[in-house]
């Protein structure tokens, strides 16, 4: 059977290339259609625009290989409870206290160089679903002398950029945006198929999750939010809502054209929960995934671990 995940495919905004992929049991039903459209570069003031979720109306392409890996044993499906057995990650020394950048403008440019002004990228404002840019702020000076928020900090800030491949940099003129703390976080655990969010030093919300498949394994590292979207169909596979993170599959090269982007999202499927059956994305109960998408701030680091 061919299971269903949700890839991102990236476009210009005037623009959509749309595919239909028929869907099989993981999370579509077979006569469920999908849409994709391509990542490509367009000039904003002369800058290359890497609009890296497309055009609207939101558009989202769905594919899992053929699988049937599953995980040992039973997994208990979910749980709002904070007595999973899971560890408490202290190891992992996550920051109490993140910031985004959000945009104020319709594009903002983020450069390679600070100083140089190299390689320039756009990134248009608001997103194709409408919400705002929002980047997770991991340094604010080229020097690395300065911390966020001081007023005699550098003039750029640099942030992480949803781009593939994962783990990409760049920096953005502190003008273009708004800078805020969040003190949010989350925990994606690969080896325990569990989901862990934070509020402070509070656990806000746990539970056990679908992963990806030991070929199409969801990517390791340090995410973000970057876009909360919301299902009018709440029975499909997507669930209620889809939780967008900064990150794409490190499996494939491209799903239909287009890049493969991951995200948090519900299910159809609840009892495949605890089990490594997805493309990369990670699914969680419907009612968990709609708790999820209104307790996390968009820019909310997402650590993925083994």
Known sequence: MRSTD???MVGTRGALILASILLASG?????????EHAQTLRSVAGMPVADTLGPPPPTLGFGDPDSTETTSGSISPATG?????LPDYADLDLPAISYVA??????????A????GQSPIGFANPTQFGGPRVFLVTDDD???DRLVGQPESDNY?????PLKPNGQQGWIPRSQVTITPVEHRAVVDLANHAVTVWEGDDVVLQTRAVTGTPSTPTPLGLFYVRDIIEKADTSGPYGPRIVALSGFSEAMDSFGGGLPAIAIHGTNRPELIGQERSNGCVRIPNDLITELAEIVPLGTPVTIVA
């Open 6 to 8: 949700w890839m991102e």
């Open 27 to 35: 999370c579509a039903s077979s006569t469920d259609p999908s849409t």
């Open 81 to 85: 409870e904070q007595d999973m057995g």
């Open 102 to 111: 959000t945009a104020t403008g319709s594009a903002i440019t983020s450069v």
């Open 113 to 116: 160089n600070p100083l140089t």
């Open 142 to 144: 080229p020097t690395g």
């Open 157 to 161: 800030v640099r942030v992480s950029l």
